[in-house]
């Protein structure tokens, strides 16, 4: 049981459709490894955590949401780069990465599926006005206060979010973009929404949050884009022949 490397890469370039972004890195294939893979390892960042995990469970092909080979990064193979991409090319196995396209993705990108695991119904784009933007607005079916919704969000990441406001506050419209989405608030605050909620915080975002009026939560980057990668591998694993296996290198982060 196993599918050709072209034949999956197709299948993920036709669902993430990576040609309508523009993005801070190279989105598909990073480094090819053998021609079939019949055992696919996903996970958020290809650490070196990540994959030797991968090596150990003999792993074709890993697919994450960080990659390599970011814009403006060193492009010499020293150090860390050398010993990731040794790991890589020693075991023969390929490295697939897909950021924006992967958090884009109506129903397994990351920002949807965070979504759909807090019950938020989703009314429209964060930033409507651009054809290839991240993030969600939408709301509860019912007005909640904001601490159980920290709950939620607690309960789904294992770790209590950054929170910007009085937890007491009822509230019903969201917005949401995972990873290092802070300065979103922004289009946050125009879109009309009570709370905003990302991975991370940046110094001014406190400032924006009070002086705007709107909740402000950062549940962590890792955390927070955990959830696009496993959707899409067990997608793959559902409709071609090969075994998924999700690892998840926690970060604190």
């Avoid at 999956?8 to 021609?35: A, K, M, W």
């Avoid at 996970?43 to 949401?65: E, F, I, K």
């Avoid at 403006?72 to 490295?95: A, C, F, N, W």
Wanted: overall charge negative; aromatic content about 6%.
């Amino acid at each position: 049981m196993a599918v050709e490397l072209e034949q999956l890469l197709t299948r993920i370039n036709e669902l993430l459709e990576p040609d309508r972004f523009s993005d801070y890195c190279p989105n598909g294939l990073q480094v090819e490894g053998r021609p079939a893979v019949e055992r696919l390892v996903t996970g958020v960042t290809a650490s070196q955590a990540l994959l030797d995990a991968a090596v150990a469970w003999n792993a074709d092909a890993v697919l994450v949401h960080h990659g390599y080979f970011w814009r403006g990064e060193d492009p010499t193979v020293r150090g860390m780069k050398r010993r990731r991409l040794q790991t890589l090319l020693t075991h023969d196995i390929s490295l697939l990465a897909y950021h924006l396209p992967l958090d884009a993705h109506p129903e397994l990108g990351n920002n949807a599926q965070l979504g759909h695991l807090l019950g938020l119904q989703r009314t429209g784009a964060l930033e409507p006005h651009k054809s290839d933007g991240v993030g969600d607005v939408g709301g509860f079916s019912a007005p909640r206060p904001v601490s159980q919704l920290l709950y939620q969000l607690e309960q789904l990441t294992g770790r209590a979010p950054l929170h910007i406001g009085n937890p007491e506050d009822v509230i019903s419209t969201v917005a949401w973009c995972t990873g290092a989405a802070q300065d979103y608030i922004d289009a946050a605050v125009s879109a009309g929404a009570e709370v905003y909620i990302s991975g991370e915080a940046s110094e001014p975002t406190v400032h924006v949050a009070k002086e705007e009026g709107i909740h402000f939560i950062a549940a962590g980057h890792h955390a927070t884009e955990r959830y696009g990668v496993q959707a899409l591998g067990e997608y793959l694993a559902q409709h071609l022949p090969l075994e998924h296996r999700f690892i998840d290198i926690d970060n604190p982060v």
